[in-house]
């Protein structure tokens, strides 16, 4: 069974200020990660994917997200957020992309 | 290329009738998801197939429930008859071996 936590249904921060929006996941094997985005009315956009090897990785957007094998955490970060990143975030985790279980996800609001 | 394509957007019927929900995925793409997002339950794998054969179908939620996917350019969602439960937003994903997942702008269903 694989299963995702998303422990925060929102995080606020100032625009300007860094961002970190938590996941942990629970996988049997190694696990592909992702983190995708929603927008008001709109389907989910994929940010950003960990399978294997730099355990930190770059996505859209200025979003980067550092896998922690040993935390089995996979958190997203922005350095400055803009009001424009405000949305809903998904965090999916599985052993291949057609099983991804995806967490409840997380409402981040930025404040100009 | 032109994405996801679903339809209709929205749908609003009367329960106990016939609801017949579309994708076309993206081109070259082997497999399609059908989710479904509500509040209550945030995201849910309903179906998925590869190369249009029905892979895992344990997310959908009852008989009312069926999906086809008669060529890799065409899926259907059939719920029949439908209730004011099944009132939801409805995804279509496509996806390419185990690259992340595309998602359609999704259907918004209302039965009364």
């Known amino acids: 069974a694989q299963s995702v936590a998303q422990p925060e249904d929102q995080v606020n921060v100032a625009e300007g200020n860094p961002l970190t929006v938590k996941c942990t996941y629970s996988?049997?094997?190694?696990?592909?990660l992702f983190w995708y985005v929603q927008y008001p009315n709109r389907g989910l956009q994929f940010l950003l994917k960990?399978?294997?090897?730099?355990?930190l990785v770059k996505g859209s957007y200025g979003f980067e997200a550092e896998f922690n094998k040993s935390q089995t955490s996979f958190h997203l970060k922005k350095p400055s957020a803009l009001v424009s990143d405000s949305a809903l975030y998904f965090c999916?985790?599985?052993?291949?992309?057609?099983?991804?279980?995806f967490g409840d996800g997380t409402t981040l609001t930025v404040k100009p | 290329d032109a994405g996801v394509i679903q339809s209709p957007r929205h749908e609003v019927t009367e329960m106990g009738q016939e609801v017949t929900l579309r994708c076309k995925p993206i081109?070259?793409?082997?497999?399609l998801f059908w989710y479904r997002q509500t509040m209550m339950r945030g995201l849910e794998l309903l179906i998925y197939?590869?190369?249009?054969?029905?892979?895992?179908d344990s997310g959908m939620p009852e008989d009312r429930f069926s999906a086809k996917m008669p060529n890799a350019s065409f899926s259907t969602l059939k719920i029949q008859p439908s209730e004011p439960r099944d009132s939801a937003v409805y995804f279509c994903?496509?996806?390419?071996?185990?690259?992340?997942?595309?998602f359609g702008n999704g259907t918004r269903l209302t039965v009364t």
């Open positions: 999916a985790v599985g052993t291949n992309a057609g099983k991804s279980t």
């Open positions: 996988v049997s094997g190694n696990p592909y």
């Open positions: 197939f590869n190369n249009n054969v029905p892979i895992d």
């Open positions: 994903a496509s996806s390419f071996s185990n690259s992340p997942l595309h």
């Open positions: 081109s070259g793409h082997d497999y």
């Open positions: 960990y399978i294997t090897g730099d355990n």
